[in-house]
């Protein structure tokens, strides 16, 4: 900035020298001290020499006006050589105000602050496979109004055939319950689930590391301290993303200080977590295979000798032949679910925990010809 200011001063200097110099101005008889007797009319009053016109150049460009120096009529180049240095001083001042201004408004730095990790990681969250990268902001003054997105770039082809080259697809974040808004006043860590909406959804460990494509995270807020808006942008490769790896905790509370500590040092570890390598498609297709059979089993109706003998005592009153029942012997087999949890009685079935009746395998020779009811509630038996 100094050095446009003097450049610009001496260039103007020059120029006011080389009219004085072909004007004739600096010559013995034409200087100011003999200009009354020889009636010499200069270009500019008071011109000496160089410094004289490095000092015009300076008060001219500045409008300082000291009164000792100044412009006659007798040149027309000095008038339209005067024009021209206040017209670009007057530049040069603009662009130097815009320039300071914008400096201490947006700081250089404030990108810098903002860090995200060098990978990011997928892993079980709540039973779904999640893809996850985390970032935060070393500054004291933390960012307002915080929010993130991301794009995958990748290649796709039509069903027609045709091949598009860097077909953008945006990713649904998360952070927390915050969605795409965070509440950005220490490290988070951003959610992207692959569920049946994901363009990972079909996607195994395997496939994935071999697919070509690069997500692309934006990050957006405001400067506390001045309003001004920030960005910050990074991307990850499909090599950069590892499966089966969750980012450890960094923030502890501190007793002593009551308060919430982060520490940087943890920012980019990470731990090995189970973590299935199939596709998010077919690990949710096991699950519904697993729910099916554990609900099936689990609503099998499950008889005593008691209930077998109201069961059998039913079923004559009602004109049913009495080999219905042996028919149906196969229902009265032990139930491997219910053998395995004899002990405990009960077993656990996603969050609910239901009780399980202890089977008695029934055979025919145990059965009495007893018209006496049985001391168990009548079938169908109601699960509390």
């Known amino acids: 900035m100094a050095i446009g200011f003097l450049g610009c001063w ?49 008060e001219t460009q500045h409008t300082t006006g000291y009164g000792l120096r100044a412009i006659t009529e007798e040149c027309p180049e000095a008038i339209f050589l005067m024009c021209a240095q206040c017209l670009i001083g007057t530049i040069i001042d603009s662009f130097t105000v815009g320039a300071v201004i914008a400096k201490l408004t947006r700081p250089t730095m404030s990108n810098n602050t903002i860090m995200f990790t060098r990978n990011a990681v997928i892993c079980l969250m709540d039973g779904v496979l ?13 960012l307002i109004g915080v929010s993130i997105s991301a794009i995958l770039i990748r290649t796709k082809r ?28 220490w490290p988070m860590t951003v959610v992207h689930k692959i569920d049946a909406d994901s363009p990972f959804y079909n996607l195994s460990a395997s496939q994935m590391l071999n697919e070509n494509f ?50 940087f040092k943890l920012f980019d570890k990470m731990e090995w977590v189970e973590t299935p390598f199939c596709s998010a498609a077919e690990y949710e297709a096991q699950g519904n295979e ?15 000798d008691s209930t077998k003998k109201e069961k059998e005592d039913t079923l004559q009153c009602n004109g049913v032949a009495e080999d219905t029942v042996a028919k149906h012997g196969n229902e009265f087999e032990e139930h491997e679910l219910s053998k395995a949890h004899q002990e405990s009685g009960d077993w656990e079935y996603g969050k609910q925990r239901i009780p399980v009746y202890q089977d008695v395998i029934y055979e025919e020779d145990e059965c009495e010809d007893s018209d006496e009811r049985a001391d168990t509630p009548p079938f169908p038996v109601t699960w509390v």
């Open 158 to 185: 039509t069903r027609e055939g045709e091949r598009l080259d860097n077909y953008e697809t945006p990713l649904e974040l998360q952070c927390d319950d915050m969605g795409s808004d965070i509440f950005f006043l």
């Open 10 to 58: 001496l260039t103007f200097a020059l120029l006011w020298w080389l009219i004085a110099f072909v004007h004739t101005d600096l010559q013995d008889d034409h200087l100011p001290d003999r200009q009354g007797e020889t009636g010499w009319t200069p270009c500019v009053l008071s011109i000496y020499g160089f410094p004289s016109c490095f000092l015009y150049s300076l």
């Open 290 to 304: 697993e729910n099916n059979t554990k609900t099936t089993e689990g609503n099998s109706i499950t008889y005593t």
């Open 214 to 263: 690069e997500i692309v995270v934006t990050l957006e807020g405001s400067i506390e301290s001045t309003g001004q808006g920030t960005n910050a942008k990074t991307s990850y490769l499909s090599c950069e993303i590892l499966w089966g790896q969750k980012f450890v905790n960094l923030v502890s509370f501190n007793e002593k200080h009551q308060s919430y500590e982060a520490d």
């Open 130 to 142: 999640c893809l996850m990268f985390r970032l935060g902001d070393l500054r004291k003054r933390k």
